[in-house]
């Protein structure tokens, strides 16, 4: 169970670094509750998306470590 935590805490960074990668727009105006749901609708869609990038983020940062120290 402990690493799925990990998984999910790696998913919503990899999800983070993709969607603001397509969509980095950010809500300027609204209500409170406006506000309470964009970011939430925002993060469940960093989770949803991450869950599949996240392999790959975590391979990619492999790669990088190697290719730095040869």
């Known amino acids: 169970m ?3 935590s990990g998984y ?4 919503i960074w990899s999800g983070y670094l ?3 990668k397509y969509i980095p727009y950010k809500m ?3 209500t409170n509750g ?3 749901v964009y970011y939430i609708v925002k993060l469940l869609l960093f989770v949803v998306i991450g869950v599949f ?3 790959f983020t975590c391979l990619w940062a492999v790669f990088r470590v ?3 120290f040869r």
């Open 34 to 36: 406006q506000w309470i």
């Open 28 to 30: 300027m105006a609204g």
């Open 66 to 68: 190697i290719k730095a």
């Open 53 to 55: 990038t996240a392999p």
């Open 2 to 4: 402990r690493w799925m």
């Open 8 to 11: 999910v805490l790696m998913a």
């Open 18 to 20: 993709f969607v603001e």
